[in-house]
Each structure stands twice: as C-alpha cells, then as structure tokens.
C-alpha cells in the first residue's frame, strides 16, 4: 500500500506555501512504511512522483471564500473548482494535473486552506500557522482510517 502526501505552494509567497509547511510538520513524525511526504512546490510533475499510489492527500491553499485558516476538504467527487467560488492559489496546468491524479488513484483527498496574506514573505500569517497543527492532524487521522497508522 502506498500513500502519498503531498504538500503544493510556493513558500517565498507567505501562506500560498501552506502546503510546504504542513509537509515539513509531518517530516518532523514517525511516519509508518508505505508513506512518502513529497514537497512539491508549484511543478506541475508531481503526477510522475504519485504514480502507484494507491492513496494520495494533498495540501494546499484554497480560496473558498470563508475566514483565513478554514479548512476544506475535497475529494475526487467533488469539484475543485478553478473559476468563482472556491479554487487553488495556482494556475490552471497544476490544478489539471490534480484532476489527472484524481483520475488516476483509486483515493484522493485535497484538503485546502484559506489564506491571509499571499505576498513576498517565508512566514505564514499567524491566522493560517495555527492552521498547520490542525491540518497535521486530519492527515494523521486519514492514515488511521486508511489503516496506515
């Protein structure tokens, strides 16, 4: 079984690189086997790292509208959508690519975070690095339920 977590965002832009973050949060635990953090920045071929998973979580920043921190959760049936409403802080090669892997996994979770500021910057705002802990989290919870843990 092969799950992996992969973290999207540019970490020079402040909390567009929240993906990053909560990647190297998780490189911090013991992970069981079968489990590979990929950082994969803002590459669109990060589909050639995920190929053979049979599980795929990945983070990043969503706009979705609600307070900075929110947490949202998509899967492969629902639409990630990259007009209005709720949509990725990146362009549209990376996210067709996530619908490529959706298609091509038998499981895949994205989980999105609002951002504060997107800007020049390494730090996330405080509002989305309190975020990182509970994001830590719902992965940890996935592998459990996913018997990975």
């Known amino acids: 079984m092969r799950t992996a977590i992969v973290g999207i965002g540019n970490s020079l832009m402040q909390d567009e690189g929240v993906g990053v973050h909560v990647i190297r949060a998780l490189a911090d635990l013991s992970l069981p086997d079968g489990v590979e953090l990929i950082d994969a920045g803002t590459s669109s071929d990060i589909a050639f790292d995920l190929d053979g998973c049979d599980r795929v979580i990945v983070v990043d920043a969503a706009r979705g509208g609600e307070d900075p921190g929110t947490i949202y959760?998509?899967?492969?049936?629902?639409?990630?959508?990259?007009?209005?409403?709720?949509?990725?802080?990146?362009?549209?090669?990376?996210?067709?690519?996530?619908?490529?892997?959706?298609?091509?996994?038998?499981?895949?979770?994205?989980?999105?975070?609002?951002?504060?500021?997107?800007?020049?910057?390494?730090?996330?705002?405080?509002?989305?690095?309190?975020?990182?802990?509970r994001v830590v989290e719902i992965v940890k919870r996935e592998l459990r339920g996913y018997r990975c843990l």
Not at 101 to 128: F, H, M, N, T
């Open 73 to 133: 959760r998509f899967t492969e049936e629902a639409e990630f959508d990259v007009g209005e409403g709720r949509r990725a802080c990146h362009d549209v090669g990376l996210l067709q690519t996530l619908r490529e892997v959706a298609r091509g996994a038998p499981d895949v979770l994205i989980l999105g975070v609002e951002p504060k500021e997107i800007g020049w910057g390494l730090d996330l705002s405080s509002v989305v690095r309190e975020s990182v802990p």
